[in-house]
């Protein structure tokens, strides 16, 4: 069996042109390769850790490569949402578990994995990024769905939250606006809490 060719970094000054040229395809399938060759590769510096997966040391620490790490859980159009898409979108340091994946109503829950929390959402196109082999939820859905949360948001979501509206070019008022007239249950709570993070944000850069 072949294995997709990994970018290694070159010795400087070449070093800068190799990553660019990795950049302009896909992160190989790393995940496909045998546990016993990610650790000799691991070992001689050729791959690092990246969240429950790895990356190709030449490849620069970015949403596409973080979210090729999430691959063994990505299949079947599957698409990373919540917490995992904060990672993701560099909203967290760390891939806290499980790992929330999204499906489209009807598919069910085949071949799950353990450590993997698997829900059943509709997406809008708009709602969901495409990056690289595989999808997430956009910035704005992701934080849409974390200020939907039924229980009260623990300090790891919270801090996700107030990355993510930091992202967003508008800084949230187009979703201030879908939650004021939307009709969903906890639609007041996550506006209430949008609001509370909104002003949190603003007072931290003061």
Request: charged share 20%; aromatic share 6%.
């Amino acid at each position: 069996m072949s294995y997709p060719q990994i970018c290694r970094a070159d010795p400087p000054p070449a070093a800068p042109r190799r990553i660019i040229a990795c950049m302009s395809y896909p992160p190989p399938r790393y995940d496909l390769f045998p546990k016993s060759l990610q650790s000799a590769l691991i070992l001689r510096g050729a791959l690092r850790r990246c969240g429950p997966g790895v990356r190709g040391v030449a490849w620069p620490d970015t949403p596409t490569v973080r979210l090729a790490a999430l691959a063994q859980y990505l299949h079947s159009e599957r698409i990373a949402c919540h917490l995992t898409a904060a990672w993701v979108w560099h909203a967290l340091p760390d891939a806290p578990e499980p790992y929330c994946v999204a499906t489209s109503p009807g598919r069910g829950h085949a071949t799950t994995l353990p450590g993997t929390r698997i829900m059943q959402f509709s997406f809008r196109e708009d709602e969901v990024a495409k990056l690289g082999h595989f999808l997430v939820t956009s910035p704005q859905r992701t934080l849409y769905d974390l200020l939907h949360q039924p229980h009260s948001l623990s300090e790891l979501e919270r801090e996700a939250a107030r990355v993510l509206l930091g992202k967003l070019s508008d800084r949230g008022a187009a979703l201030r606006a879908q939650l004021h007239n939307e009709r969903r249950p906890y639609g007041k709570r996550a506006s209430t809490r949008l609001a509370t993070i909104m002003k949190t944000s603003s007072h931290s850069l003061l």
